[in-house]
């Protein structure tokens, strides 16, 4: 399975990255419009998006 592959690549848990992977689709999935929703989503893919960018967590 491809989150195998990946998981080991970046030396995490499949459970690690699939709760990373969770929390990733909930965010997006509150995006209303799908042209902005591509857009972060290719940002995403080519790591266009800084870290700083990215909200804190919500504890």
Do not use: H, S, W, Y
């Amino acid at each position: 399975m491809k989150t195998r592959n990946v998981a080991k690549k970046f030396g995490i848990t499949e459970e690690e990255l699939d709760a990373g992977i969770d929390v990733v689709t909930n965010a997006l999935f509150r995006i209303q419009n799908q042209k902005v929703f591509l857009a972060v989503g290719e940002l995403l893919a080519v790591g266009d998006i800084e870290a700083e960018e990215l909200p804190a967590d919500e504890e």
